[in-house]
């Protein structure tokens, strides 16, 4: 079974977000041992952000800014999908809290929806977002 990192690596909705992971090197702590709980901009995700954010973050002398916001994005620990609760807070390996919210069966972390789920690896789950989520 492939780490984090081996599954972005090769999804082709996720190309971009294997560019910043290797511009920020959390390539290694993302092939750990684990176990962790990623919500994964998608390509789409990346593509919402204003004109010259990702560039400007993908630039060397970024890559503290680049990786703290990639950290907002991954929560110790394996959460399924069915195990998210309304009003929940995840704390995310940076310190940062996310608020999960469900409605109707959908379910979003602070206002991003997760369009797929559940992707299991050998070091957690990967849940895919249509939003990247910065407001942290």
């Not at 002398?61 to 703290?68: G, Q, R, T, V, W």
């Not at 069915?82 to 310190?95: A, C, H, R």
Request: charged residues 25%; glycine residues 6%.
């Amino acid at each position: 079974m492939s780490n984090i990192t081996q599954v972005v690596n090769v999804d082709k909705h996720m190309t971009t977000l294997k560019k910043a992971v290797m511009a920020s090197d959390l390539d290694q702590v993302l092939s750990s041992r684990g176990p962790f709980t990623v919500f994964a901009p998608s390509d789409i995700a990346f593509a919402k952000l204003e004109k010259g954010i990702l560039e400007n973050l993908l630039m060397p002398e970024n890559k503290a800014k680049l990786a703290d916001l990639l950290n907002c994005h991954v929560v110790p620990g394996k959460i399924d999908f069915k195990d998210l609760k309304d009003g929940e807070k995840l704390k995310t390996v940076n310190g940062k809290e996310l608020l999960v919210q469900v409605n109707n069966g959908e379910v979003s972390i602070e206002g991003a929806n997760i369009k797929s789920y559940d992707t299991k690896i050998s070091n957690g789950v990967i849940h895919s977002l249509d939003t990247v989520m910065t407001k942290n």
